[in-house]
DNA sequence: AATGCTTTTGACAATATTAGTCAACACATA
DNA sequence: TATGTGTTGACTAATATTGTCAAAAGCATT
């Protein structure tokens, strides 16, 4: 269940792409958006970042899924998943407060 | 900066591991080792738990921290990563709740 | 059925990334 | 010198990821 894919296949269709059309305007094989949509391979940023475009949507929501949706794949189905995330979190946030930019 | 590379090292010295002796303990090469305390290569979940059962140390803390690092490292500087990071905890809780294990 | 479009599938090659091996180096100290 | 410490870089091997292609399959329309 890739919420990516899936909602990058809906954005597709309401924009009136075919899955070709769109492959081509990103230029990619159609065969790798095929499954990339599907969740059988893996997006990278820079794509979804394109075909938000070529759909004229807004792209952040759809990174942040992005990325939430590779770091869970990261996490496999680890015990400790959630209390590395609730570390990770604390860090990023101290991170964020002790730089510039 | 690897918290879990400088925490192995110190728990292998107040241990009085040699880096040899604990690579050979464990059976990988010593410049891995080597490496991996210094943040020059990464860990496996595998090897921490080795290590820390090595040096008679509970390893929880010691994994949550080597896979808080792994999605830190997966998530760079992304701008929307603290975002990301959220979502993720969201989805983790929710299948956590509906799950039977 | 035949055409023309769509999407899916699998096989394969090309690349990139990661992991492992080894020898040499520098430093300290007995 | 000889022994033990940790570090470094070059190299190979193993794995994973990505890209390319052709064929197949689905679905309308003519």
Redesign the pocket.
Known sequence: MSTVGLQL?EL??KAG???????VAI?????????M??G???F?KE?VVKLADLYKTNSDKLVIDYLSEKVLYELGDEEFGLEALKVAEKQLIYKKINTHG
């Open positions: 296949r597709r269709e792409f075919s899955l070709r059309k769109a492959a230029d990619i094989d159609v065969a790798i958006l095929s499954k949509e599907r059988e391979r893996k990278s794509l």
